[in-house]
């Protein structure tokens, strides 16, 4: 097999100048490091780097469930919450470029600390980090998402709430996506997108 190259999806992004990682606060071990060079070097090959919500929504856009619409917002629940924007087919990124970095705009004023330093957050109270830690705060029991969304479901009122709360905080950012880019589609990816009632 003729191997090209090597794509990687990272939860950050890539200054152009430095070439190191910047913006990954859920990943502090590859911050400050040149990524690409490392990777080429060890893999003997060419390398591409990429914010792995970027890497959703060019994939959405180009061959999945956005296929042929002209604006499309990607953006991943997960760990953190992350995200990317195509317009007419390119990704926006920005000058830095660090556009569409959706989890770090602010939803409540002096709210919750971030990993980004930032208070009130996306990420703050979306992410299933989040969702953990809030549930945790409330009831001293550290568990996972998928076993705080089964109380929820069977009403147990501390998850019930945790999760609904979650529910508003995830529409607050989808509607302010909305009013600044107005895409035609958003496409939602990441483990705590799988959360049955949020289609």
Same mark, same amino acid.
């Given at each position: 097999?003729?191997?090209?190259?090597?794509?990687?999806?990272?939860?950050?992004?890539?200054?152009?100048?430095?070439?190191?990682?910047?913006?990954?606060?859920? *990943?502090?071990?590859?911050?400050?490091?040149?990524?690409?060079?490392?990777?080429?070097?060890?893999?003997?090959?060419?390398?591409?780097?990429?914010?792995?919500?970027?890497?959703?929504?060019?994939?959405?856009?180009?061959?999945? *469930?956005?296929?042929?619409?002209?604006?499309?917002?990607?953006?991943?629940?997960? /760990?953190?919450?992350?995200?990317?924007?195509?317009?007419?087919?390119?990704?926006?990124?920005?000058?830095?470029?660090?556009?569409?970095?959706?989890?770090?705009?602010?939803?409540?004023?002096?709210?919750?600390?971030?990993?980004?330093?930032?208070?009130?957050?996306?990420?703050?109270?979306? *992410?299933?980090?989040?969702?953990?830690?809030?549930?945790?705060?409330? /009831?001293?029991?550290?568990?996972?998402?998928?076993?705080?969304?089964?109380?929820?479901?069977?009403?147990?009122? /501390?998850?019930?709430?945790?999760?609904?709360? /979650?529910?508003?905080?995830?529409?607050?950012?989808?509607?302010?996506?909305?009013?600044?880019?107005?895409?035609?589609?958003?496409?939602?990816?990441?483990?705590? *997108?799988?959360?049955?009632?949020?289609?």
């Amino acid at each position: 097999i003729n191997i090209l190259g090597c794509g990687f999806g990272i939860p950050g992004n890539i200054d152009k100048k430095t070439k190191m990682v910047h913006n990954a606060p859920n *990943s502090p071990s590859i911050m400050g490091i040149k990524l690409g060079e490392i990777l080429k070097e060890r893999l003997k090959m060419p390398v591409f780097i990429e914010n792995d919500a970027n890497c959703l929504v060019i994939s959405e856009s180009m061959f999945g *469930s956005a296929k042929g619409c002209k604006s499309v917002v990607g953006v991943i629940l997960g /760990t953190g919450v992350g995200g990317g924007i195509v317009i007419d087919g390119k990704l926006h990124q920005g000058s830095t470029p660090i556009a569409g970095e959706l989890g770090h705009m602010t939803i409540k004023f002096d709210g919750r600390e971030c990993k980004c330093g930032k208070l009130g957050c996306l990420e703050a109270y979306a *992410s299933g980090t989040s969702i953990e830690k809030r549930y945790m705060e409330e /009831t001293n029991e550290i568990i996972k998402v998928p076993e705080i969304l089964a109380l929820a479901k069977n009403n147990k009122e /501390t998850a019930k709430k945790i999760i609904e709360e /979650t529910y508003e905080y995830i529409a607050f950012g989808l509607s302010n996506i909305i009013n600044i880019i107005d895409p035609e589609a958003i496409v939602l990816g990441g483990g705590v *997108s799988n959360i049955d009632e949020l289609y």
